[in-house]
Nanobody, 114 residues
Framework: QVQLVESGGGLVQAGGSLRLSCAASGSIFSINVMGWYRQAPGKQRELIATITNGGTTNYADSVKGRFAISRDNAENTVYLQMNSLKPEDTAVYYC????????WGQGTQVTVSS
């Protein structure tokens, strides 16, 4: 089993920045993909960004050029640097760890005020 603990959400004004962190612990398989998803009220959960253990990244078009995902394999931690935030980025952000299964964090609220 893999446990994920997220941190770094909060309230920020439009144009501001936030950095999310997610630490994984437990039975960590070295070949994996870590990522961030978000879910706004009344909407489906959507992919934001992923990063493989080898460092290959993938981004949703809506965040390209504004968000950056990175990871520290030694610490089993993934980060999401969010810049130029917009009100439409407001959502609950979920960390995901994928090996043979999908593991999810508890979610952290990000609110961007206009």
């Amino acid at each position: 089993q893999v446990q994920l603990v997220e941190s770094g959400g909060g309230l920020v004004q439009a144009g501001g920045s936030l950095r999310l962190s997610c630490a994984a612990s437990g039975s960590i398989f070295s070949i994996n993909v870590m990522g961030w998803y978000r879910q706004a009220p009344g909407k489906q959960r959507e992919l934001i960004a992923t990063i493989t253990n080898g460092g290959t990244t993938n981004y949703a078009d809506s965040v390209k050029g504004r968000f950056a995902i990175s990871r520290d394999n030694a610490e089993n931690t993934v980060y999401l640097q969010m810049n130029s935030l917009k009100p439409e980025d407001t959502a609950v952000y979920y960390c995901n760890f994928r090996d043979f299964y999908d593991h999810w964090g508890q979610g952290t609220q990000v609110t961007v005020s206009s």
